[in-house]
């Protein structure tokens, strides 16, 4: 286990850091349950979701320049004001729809769009719902949608789980990174779950037998890419997909989903260079590889493999819309259109939207790892956002 100071991390205040130790001691409690290890799905589950102290069920700041990481709505408006003209297209081909924004951060994106669709009179009839697990991250959406758009409030719904029978447009930006995943190692002698032990104030990674699940998802896996995975081979995988897009097609009855997040296709996720996985770690904007550190207070995300989003929605009934990198579906989407009174603005928000757009579009920035798989259930015309360089091919 790495300490913050060898990864020139930012020290936690006083407040942080006792809140962090809590968390660890609630996870050496299961652990000790559990006869020594559990599971690295397990692990994360805990310091992400445990309730009142995981990362997401606490009350610590996450999003946004005080938090740990920015995402695309804290990045720019534009972000929310394109998906928003995206969505009215798929709106209007439909009766009584609604938006579901499925984790819904800040609630920043959520104002963005229903602003947006409020300025072209195209707000849904049903509405815009939010499903969010976290109580905390509940009251922050609805204190600043209360500022934003207090006009507006009443027509957004808090659920606490998914609706039956959903018409219209699903939304989830960055929350499929945050579903927990399990770690394992392919050896000559078959493939090795990556646990989580405890000894004294630390935690370390341990291997133990892998379950069947486990190991039925990792053969499935070498069977798609059509060789196995050289001894030694160590990534992630998550199971908890099927499960979450199974409940997603069952709430969908007629609408497009617009899931975002960064990933790839499962030939690059697991490539022979790739050992080791995608999890990664965010503290106060410092990206790094140790999870066993900072427990609670800091986030646990890994790249998301979208075949195996693709493949779970097939398998539901669901058709896929397309595959694009987040560049192309803003421009696809009407980027430009959005843009329409730049010319006009004083030069100071020009050069402020400019470097926003950088940071949304840019290969080096968000443009590229930043991926959209849309998901849908019914008869539609093609949505544009997909139109220029859609890699849904990518994902066989």
């Known amino acids: 286990m790495h300490d913050p100071r060898t990864l020139a991390l930012p020290e936690p205040d006083p407040d ?46 996450k999003f946004g320049q ?10 720019s408006a534009l972000f929310g004001r394109t998906l928003a003209r995206q969505s009215a297209g798929i709106l209007a081909q439909l009766d009584s729809p609604a938006i579901l924004e499925i984790g819904a951060g800040s609630g920043k994106l959520a104002a963005d769009i229903l602003e947006a669709l409020a300025a072209a009179d195209t707000l849904p009839a049903g509405g815009y719902c939010i499903l ?86 990792v053969e499935h896996i070498e069977a798609t890419i059509g060789e196995p995975l050289p001894d030694g081979y160590a990534s992630d995988v998550c199971l908890a997909v099927r499960p979450w897009v199974a409940d997603l097609a069952d709430s969908l009855a007629t609408g497009v989903a617009f899931l975002f997040d960064y990933g790839v296709g499962r030939r690059e ?27 609670g207070i800091q986030d646990l995300t890994s790249w998301v493999d979208f ?4 493949e779970s ?24 259109e959005a843009l329409a009174d730049f010319a006009r603005m004083p030069t100071a928000a020009q050069l402020r939207l400019s470097a926003e757009i950088k940071l949304l579009t840019l290969p080096t920035e968000m443009g590229e790892n930043f991926k959209c798989l849309g998901l849908m259930r019914g008869a539609f015309e093609p949505p544009a956002a997909f139109g220029r360089a859609d890699r849904t091919a990518t994902l066989g």
């Open 16 to 61: 942080s850091l006792g809140h962090s130790k809590a968390v660890a001691a609630y996870v050496r409690e299961r652990i000790a349950g559990a006869g020594g290890s559990i599971s690295f799905a397990e692990y994360m589950h805990l310091c992400l979701y445990a309730p009142a102290l995981g990362y997401y069920a606490a009350g610590a700041t």
């Open 66 to 75: 005080a938090g740990d990481f920015v995402t695309a709505p804290e990045v």
């Open 132 to 217: 969010e697990v976290s109580p905390d991250l509940q009251q922050r959406q609805r204190n600043l949608l209360a500022e934003r758009v207090p006009d507006l409030i009443d027509s957004v719904r808090w659920l606490n789980a998914m609706p039956a029978g959903f018409t219209g447009v699903v939304i989830a930006n960055e929350l499929l990174d945050a579903l927990p995943v399990e770690r394992f190692v392919r050896r000559a002698g078959g493939i090795r779950q990556v646990g989580v032990a405890s000894h004294a104030e630390a935690f370390r990674l341990v291997e133990r037998d892998a379950p069947d699940k486990l190991v039925q998802a």
């Open 269 to 295: 996720y697991y490539a022979p260079d790739r050992s080791g996985g995608w999890l990664r770690c965010h503290f106060r904007h410092h990206a790094h590889d140790d999870p066993l550190i900072l427990q």
């Open 307 to 310: 075949t195996a989003v693709a």
């Open 313 to 336: 929605a097939v398998d539901n009934g669901l058709e896929i819309a397309g595959f694009t990198s987040q560049a192309q579906f803003l421009v696809g989407a009407g980027l430009e």
